[in-house]
């Protein structure tokens, strides 16, 4: 059997319209360098249609360099609505309170988004709670923008539904301050804080119990089954060998591999039953640890411009030089060969 490749993610066509609007806002037709990324009028119809993620951020990037603008990824946000989330937008647009279209946005997310470093997520407490993305760090030019479409994203879809724009009341962005921070200040209530240990923001217990006056509660309930009968769709997997592969992507960062034990305290197993469980499959931890290590390496050095310091960081190497010895073991090439044979080819 042949096993399926790990990538790094995809999402809907339905994140480049907020770009192509940002860019038309600032006086540029992004006619020709969505031409460029393959993405005509019948792609970005087409019911379904995904864009990898390392595309996506050098699309991205593109698009910054094209227009000057370091923010565009607040101004993305700002343009963002429901509905370019597909079918998890439009149900959240029908929720009872903005609490609860934040929680659809986010428990559905996987019908709209897809990456093996995680999913975003609800923290919720008595007072309020914490909408957070997760980390896609080290970051630089193709990705900061992500993080700021994404919570700038948010509160325009929410600022949409309660027909008055919504602050958040703290913000917390886990790189470094970059040279427009000011701009983010209009977004929260509260100073942002750069460099945190993660990426959110804060919503109040009053904000989140807000009415959402186009809610329909036949709709709501409607659209949430077919929400649900979607996911299980797209997040059925046939083995256990596959679930572990999904589960290695959050847990591969730092500088340290996971092991057989904190796999199996994630599943729910004990070890032992883990350990037998994979050889009735005909494989070992050991075999599913390299294989997704190894499909990760190819395509961060294939798809990006990260450092081999920084990809052996990601994958939960213990050094640079740990990496590159694993990596010519693995493909008979250095990461600078295969990345130089693959842009020759490219």
Known sequence: MTRPRVRLGDLSVGFVQPLGDALRELGHDPATLLHRYGLDGPR??????????????????????????????????????????GLAGVTAAQAPTLGDAARTLLRFEPLYAANYRGQ????????????????????????RFVVDSLLAGWLAQLSHLAGHPVQ???????????????????????????????????????????????HCPSTWQHLLQLCEAELTQRTRVRSLGER?????????????????????????LPTWTLRRKL?????????????TRRDLAETYIR?????????????????AEAFQRAFKRWTGLTPGEFRRNQRRTG
């Open 44 to 85: 970005l119809a087409e019911a379904g249609a995904r864009l990898s993620i390392p595309r996506y951020m050098h699309l991205g990037h593109a698009a910054i360099e094209l227009c000057g603008e370091s923010a565009l990824g607040l101004r993305m946000g700002r343009l963002s609505r429901l509905a370019q989330a």
């Open 120 to 143: 975003s997520s609800v923290l919720e407490d008595r007072h309020g709670a914490w909408l957070r993305f997760y980390s896609i760090s080290p970051y630089n030019t193709y990705n």
């Open 168 to 214: 958040a009341e703290r913000m917390d962005i886990e790189f470094q301050a970059p040279s427009y921070a000011s701009q983010y200040q209009a977004l929260s209530a509260t100073p942002v804080q750069f460099g945190a240990s993660c990426n959110q923001l804060r919503l109040d217990r009053a904000t989140l119990e807000l009415p959402n006056p186009q």
């Open 244 to 268: 572990i592969t999904h589960l290695l992507g959050p847990l591969l960062n730092g500088g340290q591999e996971p092991d057989l034990e904190a796999v199996a305290s994630h599943l729910q």
């Open 279 to 291: 050889a009735e499959e005909g494989t070992r931890f050991r075999n599913l640890l390299n294989d």
């Open 303 to 319: 798809d990006t411009e990260l450092a081999f310091g920084e990809i052996a960081y990601l994958l939960g190497f213990a050094s």
